[in-house]
T-cell receptor, first 115, second 114 residues
């Protein structure tokens, strides 16, 4: 069965530093890939997605992610962290053959940003 | 704003009582989903619907039932709530078939079962 692993349940960076949140998936056929962000007491908001084409995907709030098939990875980055980036981030996948579009989520990574 | 509301937003109930959570959308999207969020588990799919009266199970469906009698409403019922069902419940919607389209999430319902 498909699974998603996010390395590190908590990541702490200083304001202005690089943000790197890691995500690996398990399937041999590359799925559709998503990153969502959740601010406290709110629902999830889509940051970016990869479906096909260019492997470097740009999203909202300065985030981007690169799909690497050989590494079965879809890591999320942002060059310079801002205090407002503090939130929980979820990587999710959807099988290409799944018409129901069900999402499989990683465990989540809580990002804290130090002043 | 994806036009999704959930009610109630917070609920405290006792073990053994029935509970119904409601998800309402104004987007007329075909697909609707119920997830639960627990620390260390991310979000896990409970049930989903691909049309009126068309539903299917997700990975954690035991103890839950759903109904969808009209496009805009998707109800999640805990027939007899247990403490293990204490969680935050999210509804999501999606417009089309296929997995490439993203899901839009509601604000969540925090359920506590004592």
């Amino acid at each position: 069965a498909q699974s998603v692993t996010q390395l590190g349940s908590h990541v702490s960076v200083s304001e202005g530093a690089l943000v790197l949140l890691r995500c690996n998936y398990s399937s041999s056929v590359p799925p559709y890939l998503f990153w969502y962000v959740q601010y406290p007491n709110q629902g999830l908001q889509l940051l970016l997605k990869y479906t096909t084409g260019a492997t470097l995907v740009k999203g909202i709030n300065g985030f981007e992610a690169e799909f690497k098939k050989s590494e079965t990875s879809f890591h999320l980055t942002k060059p310079s962290a801002h205090m407002s980036d503090a939130a929980e981030y979820f990587c999710a996948v959807s099988d290409r053959n799944n018409q129901g579009g069900k999402l499989i989520f990683g465990q989540g990574t809580e990002l804290s940003v130090k002043p | 704003d994806a036009g999704i509301t959930q009610s109630p937003r917070h609920k405290v109930t006792e073990t053994g009582t029935p509970v119904t959570l409601r998800c309402h959308q104004t987007e007329n999207h075909r697909y609707m989903y119920w997830y639960r969020q627990d620390p260390g588990h991310g979000l896990r799919l409970i049930h989903y619907s691909y049309g009126v009266k068309d539903t299917d199970k997700g990975e954690v469906s035991d103890g839950y039932s759903v109904s969808r009698s009209k496009t805009e409403d998707f109800l999640l019922t805990l027939e007899s709530a247990t403490s293990s069902q204490t969680s935050v419940y999210f509804c999501a919607i999606r417009e089309t078939s296929g997995g490439a389209r993203e899901q839009f999430f509601g604000p969540g319902t925090r359920l506590t079962v004592l």
